[in-house]
């Protein structure tokens, strides 16, 4: 989702041999120079099992493998070696990323572990990289869990402070990212992010809109190159999911409202390249033979205390979003609000497919019959009703009087439109889950039917926002949800500054218990037999150098007996 004056005034395949797999003879082997320039990474955690992974530069032209070993120790020094994985390649088909997933080869769950590739056929006696520290997930009786959540990194806009900031947590099990790692636009002066302070030295590479594979690879080598990044995928194994941004902006099944078919190319060639980049710069698992890389929903069981159920939103089913200024027909000068509902309302309209919904019907069923504690979703976009916020309302009609003599007379227009929009029960964003009821009651249906405990996860929105989720009727309380801010990405707060947007937000929605919309940071979620708490962690500036951390709000969830959340409180 990307956050614009307008929208807030309007309120494939993967080519190549699998990671890790030994190339195929006869092997051309590079013994120039490398560099290890960004980082390492560890993923998908299992309770035996874990993705490793880690990008070999070539520092002079070759078409030649570079022989790597992985070497994983039960401590920082290397003296108690886990295991030791030889024969690994770097090649150009893969962009010289190296991922191995090592399985059931002397992981043990709960487990602390620390890891380094080495080069071994370099000039010179190869090279070491820097070292990652891991942890595997627990199995059986868990006391707790602690996560990080984070999303939306843009990284012309600031500092990725956020990630720091969870690098030196004393305690996170694992990172869950849930989308918008990288962002396509380009780095021009008017392209999104570019008015920031600190845009200049920050200048996205290539510097055009990423459209190819060879874009979409510079991309995300940038974005590991950022210390903080580096740090933070060295803290702690991620669980990662993309969101629009890692193809293009507001994507769906057949295409992007980022994506111009003329221009551009065709949208599944872009989809493909984009994928194949992302699986090759990301630790995150392989998709399996004959699966679709779309098809990232996948599961993490955190001992007895969580079922943790990513689900994929964009590009396996979704359909193409509806627009006021397209779906919204004007009849005598008025809305036409049954027109516009009743394209809303179409159960044709989709975010998830069959296929997904069936597996979640499955892993949710599952987790409660074996008496986990928590049904956690890791989920890209806000899934709370949340109508256009009523500022004059809010603000009193001389202060909201006072905000539109600031603006100029398009932008005036737009924000009174907007507060009339408010008058009526229709979505202030027709890309979440809200532009898509009745997908969104098929999967409270999913939860209400296993008696679930479930908490739902958001990223895409540039705020945090803390909601209970009803059902249509609205006499269940299906689940509680957190939506993490973004690590730099502009909010509503950041465009329209001052303006109570956030205090706007509560009082006209029922399901929205808080929301800010400028802070940046991340979630820290606790989950414990009985309660989960989420802590709105905050930076304090995106903008300079140096930061500090603080706990903007901190809310507990209590579960309820027979399913759904008893309590949503602030602590």
Known sequence: MKIDRRKVLGLLGLSGAAAGEAAAAPITWYKGPVAFEHGVASGDPGATSMIFWTRVTPKQPTTGDIDVTLEVAADPDFKALVRTTTGLRARASRDWTVKHDLDGQGLKPATDYWYRFKT??????????????????????????????VSCSLYPNGYFHAYDAIAKLPRVDAVVHLGDYIYEYGGAPKDYGMNSPVAKSRTHDPIHEIVTLDDYRRRHAQYKTDPAAQAAHARAPWIVVWDDHETANDSWIGGAENHDPKTEGDWATRKAAALKAYYEWMPIREAGPG???????????????????????RLTARTHQLDYE?????????????????????????????????????????STKAGTAWQVLGNQVVMARVAPPDLKATMGAEKFEGLLAQLPEYARKRVAKSVAMSAYDIPSNLDAWDGYPADRQRVYDILTAAKARPIVLAGDSHMFWVNELW?????????????????????????????????????RNREVKYAHPSAKGFLLLTLEHGKATGELMAVSTIVEPTYQTSVLKRFVVTPASGGGVEALTEA
Do not use: C
């Not at 890389?293 to 159920?309: H, I, K, M, N, T």
């Not at 397209?326 to 809303?344: L, N, Q, R, S, Y």
């Open 120 to 149: 071994t056929n370099q000039e010179g006696g190869g090279l070491t990289s820097p070292v990652g520290r891991t942890r595997t997930l627990p199995k059986g009786v868990t006391k707790d869990v602690v996560l990080a959540v």
């Open 326 to 366: 397209d779906d919204m027909p004007v009849v005598d000068g008025k809305p036409d609000v049954a027109a516009f509902t009743a394209k809303w309302k179409d159960g044709a309209h989709r975010m998830m497919g069959e296929d997904q919904e069936r597996w979640l019907a499955s892993q949710v069923g599952a």
């Open 291 to 313: 699966a679709l890389p779309e098809a990232a929903w996948r599961d993490f069981q955190f001992g007895d205390v969580a079922s943790l159920l990513m689900v994929e939103t």
């Open 471 to 507: 059902d249509d009727a609205g006499k269940t309380r299906v689940a509680a949800e957190f939506g993490a801010t973004s690590v730099t990405s502009p909010g509503y707060g950041d465009i329209l500054p001052g303006v109570p947007l956030g205090e706007a937000f509560v009082q």
